[in-house]
């Protein structure tokens, strides 16, 4: 597990049925180390008004989450891929989200991006602090917020994801360069 933050605390104040967890022997399955399978039990990743959602095959199923936390389409059979054997694990704003199964890192295939699948994570805790920093720094519509106030909540969110995983903001990365650009963020 990469993010050492306070899970806990976190899962905590988290709204009832907002994190989306794997059912255990889906988990096993999908993660080589026994941490990462673990955190996908016990945390997984969040909904944050549905900007991620989980594939029901797989999910441990809150009777609080909401209908619409769960991808409507997807198989969640493993598929075979040019960057090797990957599970499907849910949707991503607008791509659907992978883990690749010999070492656990996240992928997406964006249909309006230039590379089929692109590496967006290093694993799934780092998945997880992504989405539930764009959910808890972005500022509500009743705040009114300003072209400044967003710049700021992007930088805050670059730092703080760039501390524990420099793949989500790297020189060339897409898919959260292109979301932190994008309307849900403005």
Not at 93 to 102: E, G, H, I, P, S
């Amino acid at each position: 597990m990469l993010v050492s933050v306070d899970w806990e605390g976190i899962a905590e104040e988290a709204t009832p049925g907002d994190l989306l967890r794997l059912r255990p022997d889906a988990a096993a399955r999908i993660w080589p180390d026994p941490e990462d399978a673990r955190f996908a039990v016990r945390f997984g990743v969040p909904y944050s008004d549905g900007l991620f959602r989980i594939l029901p095959d797989l999910a441990e199923r809150d009777p609080a989450s909401p209908e619409t936390a769960f991808a409507e389409e997807g198989a969640p059979e493993p598929v075979d891929t040019p960057h090797g054997r990957m599970q499907p694990l849910g949707e991503l704003y607008q791509a659907d989200v992978y883990v690749r199964l010999d070492d656990g890192t996240i992928w997406v295939s964006d249909p309006d991006a230039e590379a089929e699948y692109e590496l967006i994570h290093q694993d799934l805790s780092s998945l997880s602090y992504l989405v539930y920093k764009v959910a808890v720094e972005k500022p509500l519509p009743e705040e009114d917020p300003t072209p400044h106030d967003w710049a700021e909540v992007e930088e805050i969110i670059r730092e703080d994801v760039t501390a524990w995983d420099r793949l989500p903001f790297e020189s060339g990365a897409q898919f959260w360069n292109a979301y932190m650009e994008s309307y849900p963020m403005l």
